[in-house]
Structure formats: structure tokens, C-alpha cells
């Protein structure tokens, strides 16, 4: 098993994750889950919209987007949009 023992692993780590295509990472997230939950069937690297999202959203590869730097548009920013769902 692949464990980082420091922080320069971490980010070789992230750097390898980051050159991934979509198909790739679509791939190594399924490998993921499929070890956190061996019990669930994921058929030809599909993964729903909220295992995407949740994978995402605790990926610390993405902690760089809670940095207020990183909020660089407004309210004012485009225009809005209406959707009818």
C-alpha cells in the first residue's frame, strides 16, 4: 500500500494525478472506490454524479480553491442565468 511519508511525496503524488487524462482519472478514482467499498459494483469505470463530487470535494489535491486568492469573481462578474429544471 502507498503511503506518503512526507510532504514532498504528497505533491510528487499530485503532480502524477494532475497529468492524468479524464479517462485515467475516472479510472484510479473507481480503483479508489472500489477499495474503500468492495462490496459495490461499478460497471465499465462509470462513476455517478455524486461520487464524482464527493471525490472532488475531499480530494486535497483541490485545497488550493478554499484560498480567498482564488476567489477572484463577483456578483457583478457575466451575466445570470436562469434555469428551468
Known amino acids: 500500500m502507498l503511503h506518503t511519508t512526507n510532504q514532498q511525496s504528497f505533491e510528487e503524488v499530485k503532480h502524477l ?4 487524462s479524464q479517462k485515467d482519472l475516472l479510472t484510479l478514482l473507481t480503483e479508489i472506490q472500489m477499495r474503500l467499498h468492495p462490496k459495490v459494483s ?3 469505470n462509470e ?5 464524482w ?3 472532488i470535494a475531499t480530494n486535497p489535491s ?3 480553491l478554499h484560498d480567498p486568492e482564488e476567489d477572484i469573481y463577483t456578483l457583478e ?3 445570470s442565468v436562469s434555469y428551468e429544471g
Open 42 to 44: 461499478y460497471e465499465s
Open 77 to 79: 462578474d457575466g451575466k
Open 62 to 64: 483541490f485545497a488550493f
Open 17 to 20: 494525478v494532475f497529468q492524468l
Open 47 to 51: 462513476l455517478d454524479e455524486q461520487t
Open 53 to 55: 463530487l464527493h471525490a
